[in-house]
């Protein structure tokens, strides 16, 4: 049945204090959990999931578990118990995997991890043979840092300060090993790490505080989310340091840094983990789970990040934050409802297509940019960047 009605597609930021609703006039409903409705990142990727259930023609329920880690399974049976057809389902942490998955199971209700995956190979193993299981998408948020230290390096930093949320998150764990690893191996010195518990009050600012009281030597801060990295040029701005700063997760603010040079780097824009996982469930739901050549649903853990340079700043913010990266027609294409003959090859391909590049020549297809501002933003038509400011940032 094709479920395909016209909607609206909201564009602003999805937030709540406990629960929000969207709903359309039929179809399913899903459930989708908010690690900490507010922060910027993840209430993005809470709107892209949007879009695909827009589209779809379905009903959103948002779940927020308030940075509180016992949210995340107590928000699950809510959800289950709220009796909606699929969730959508940040795990947060590595021990949720072993509990979550078989409740959900174990209910008949399908459900789809986003941003967030089991890292552990038995459990995804146990969990990909679930019979309600309809896949999942992270980020590779190794690959995440590594660059970020790269650029350090290329910039000539020899010692570095690390901050992010606490041990056992595996997004921020992947990212710091991957800028540790990679800066070590270029001949960098980490000074100091600090993981801070979600929450904590000013802990952020005192963490990054505290480290550069420590070694006010240091050539640099990474710092995985955008709380920590705000608070790193914090420290660079009242001690009038010419630390450098590195990020990962490019919010509207730090944009502006990025513009005007406090911010020498950030990575981020990886909110379309979201609209992958989305996709899956959707599919799923309508009987058609895309699956690989075991079949079995798919966990793809490698989506890139994307870097952003000066010249590209405007164009980002026009199409990734005050619009959203995927058009509907995109999206409508890689559902069942609308596409039987939809495969996870074309979701798969979708993913290892993301770009800065890509997406910015889709909208100019859409027409939503023009071909000077390509142009000014260092790409031109074919896909190959110019040679103006080369450098990643």
Request: hydrophobic share 35%; net charge negative; with cysteine.
């Amino acid at each position: 049945m094709n479920k395909k009605i016209g909607m609206v597609l909201a564009t602003g930021i999805l937030s709540a204090s406990l629960t929000v609703s969207c709903f359309a006039a039929d179809g399913n409903t899903v459930g989708i959990n908010n690690w900490f409705s507010g922060a910027y990142a993840l209430d993005i990727l809470c709107n892209n999931a949007k879009q695909v259930i827009d589209t779809a023609g379905d009903n959103l329920q948002i779940f927020n578990d308030e940075g509180n880690a016992e949210k995340v399974i107590t928000d699950l049976e809510n959800m289950l118990s709220s009796g909606v057809n699929g969730i959508m389902w940040m795990g947060m942490f590595e021990n949720n995997f072993a509990v979550g998955p078989a409740k959900m199971n174990d209910a008949k209700t399908y459900f789809s991890f986003y941003d967030k995956i089991p890292t552990d190979d038995d459990t995804k193993k146990q969990i990909k043979q679930m019979e309600y299981f309809a896949g999942g998408t992270s980020n590779d948020n190794y690959e995440a840092g590594q660059m970020m230290a790269e650029q350090a390096l290329n910039d000539g930093c020899k010692s570095a300060l690390l901050a992010g949320a606490e041990i056992g998150d595996p997004n921020t764990d992947a990212r710091i090993a991957g800028f540790q690893e990679s800066f070590e191996k270029g001949g960098g010195k980490i000074l100091s790490v600090s993981r801070v518990t979600t929450g904590e009050a000013n802990g952020p600012q005192q963490a990054c505080d505290n480290m550069y009281a420590a070694y006010p030597e240091a050539d640099c801060f990474y710092c995985s989310g955008e709380s920590f990295t705000l608070a790193a040029l914090t420290v660079k701005s009242k001690s009038a340091s010419d630390v450098k700063v590195y990020g990962t997760d490019l919010n509207p603010t730090l944009l502006e840094y990025l513009k005007d040079g406090s911010l020498s780097a950030c990575c981020g824009a990886s909110w379309v983990t979201a609209v992958y996982s989305a996709i899956m469930l959707e599919n799923a739901m309508e009987g058609h789970r895309l699956v690989d050549e075991d079949g079995l649903p798919a966990i793809l853990d490698n989506v890139h990040m994307i870097s952003v340079t000066s010249s590209q700043a405007d164009l980002y913010e026009k199409l990734w934050i005050n619009e959203l990266p995927y058009e509907e027609s995109e999206i409508s294409n890689l559902l069942y409802a609308n596409n039987p003959n939809v495969t996870l090859q074309d979701l798969v391909d979708m993913a290892n297509n993301y770009s800065f590049e890509e997406r910015v020549q889709a909208k100019f297809k859409a027409g939503k940019v023009s071909e000077d501002e390509l142009t000014a933003a260092g790409i031109t038509l074919d896909g190959e960047e110019t040679t103006e400011e080369q450098t990643t940032e």
